[in-house]
């Protein structure tokens, strides 16, 4: 089987492993996951970087230096994986889903830019739903297939109605949107270190902070909050999210090979682009590059082009159900055209693009969806 998004281990990833279990520092209290974050920083030219369990974990936990508390409302993409949605119940809000744009799967600012104007106030420097008198603390932009969002436009909307903008790019390391890395465009930023991204560590995640003191919040909270210097005295209520080093060892070696990895991704999306020229694919927005995790187009009758690609050894998928279906977040509110997601879910397929791909694998694809 040809799979999907197969992670690649070519670099030093054994040897940093070694050097793990030879110094017997496998939990998060050895040096390599301060070494990763350091590593991460320099890579992303990011100010402060947190690496924790996963990166449902980093969601979390900047959901907590953002401020959102139980009754606050948070914006999301509704196009995602259901973790984006889930971290919003974990500190008791509720999620508003945004509409999605048809051609670049992002959310689109102008539909939530209308939907604040006509629902929306700001009163004493909060951003409130009128109808709900609660409060909207947050927002969690996804880069949706490793393609950039449109940041600059929700970061307007963010300074002038009053809340705070994390960016999901959980599938969008290396993404850039002028000049600058998917992760670092906002307050804060979230990264994946999953198996099927483009760099993993086995699970893993990384909150990119612009802030030094909420990097350091961040850091405090996902080691359970215990005050430094003491006998076991903690903060406040914190978390065992800090990633151990045994998985810092394989992001390492991952992080030394970004751009290489970047460029075998392009290198992907371009034969397939260039084999299918007529094909509705995900469109980038302008002065972005995508890093091309996910390669996906729209097309009718994608469960059958599935199961005869499947049939052929080839791994391809639908993309995500829409988040305000899910049954957890059913009568959810919704910012603009909840049709928009669900036309995208109905019809987008996802070809294979792992980083190990051979162009012999590559061609034997590009042949059978011909």
Request: charged fraction near 20%; glycine fraction near 8%; proline fraction near 4%.
């Amino acid at each position: 089987m040809i799979p999907l998004s197969e992670p690649l281990f070519q670099g030093n990833e054994w040897k940093y492993l070694q050097e793990c279990l030879d110094s017997g520092w496998v939990s998060a209290a050895g040096p390599l996951t301060s070494k990763l974050e350091a590593q991460v920083s320099k890579s992303l030219s990011a100010p402060e970087v947190v690496a924790v369990s996963s990166g449902t974990a980093a969601l979390h936990l900047a959901l907590l230096a953002a401020g959102v508390l139980s009754g606050d409302l948070v914006f999301v993409s509704d196009y995602s994986f259901i973790a984006s949605a889930n971290v919003i119940r974990y500190v008791g809000a509720d999620p508003i889903f945004m509409e999605t744009d048809p051609f670049t799967w992002q959310a689109n600012p102008q539909a939530i830019e209308e939907w604040l104007i006509q629902n929306c106030e700001n009163r004493d420097t909060h951003c409130i739903h009128k109808s709900s008198g609660k409060r909207i603390q947050a927002m969690i932009l996804v880069h949706a297939f490793g393609q950039a969002a449109d940041v600059q436009a929700f970061q307007t909307l963010a300074s002038s109605w009053g809340f705070h903008l994390i960016e999901d790019a959980a599938g969008a390391i290396g993404t850039q949107l002028k000049g600058k890395y998917a992760g670092t465009l906002a307050e804060m930023g979230c990264i994946s270190l999953n198996g099927n991204k483009l760099l993993t560590a086995g699970g893993g995640g990384l909150v990119v902070c612009q802030n030094p003191e909420k990097g350091n919040y961040i850091r405090h909270l996902s080691r359970q909050a215990k005050e430094e210097g003491t006998n076991y005295q903690h903060t406040e209520i914190g978390y065992n999210y800090r990633l151990p080093d045994l998985m810092a060892a394989l992001a390492l070696a991952q992080f030394e090979v970004l751009e290489e990895y970047l460029a075998r991704k392009k290198s992907v999306a371009t034969r397939y682009f260039e084999a299918f020229p007529e094909f509705e694919w995900q469109r980038a927005i302008p002065d972005s590059q995508p890093n091309y995790w996910m390669i996906a187009f729209r097309v009718k009758h994608k469960e059958a082009l599935i199961s005869k690609l499947q049939a052929q050894g080839i791994q391809a998928k639908e993309g995500w159900y829409p988040l305000h279906l899910q049954k957890p977040f059913r009568g959810s509110l919704f910012a603009g055209n909840p049709q928009l997601s669900k036309d995208i879910y109905n019809e987008v397929l996802c070809l294979p693009s792992s980083v190990g791909m051979s162009q012999e694998e590559l061609e034997f694809v590009v042949e059978m969806v011909k």
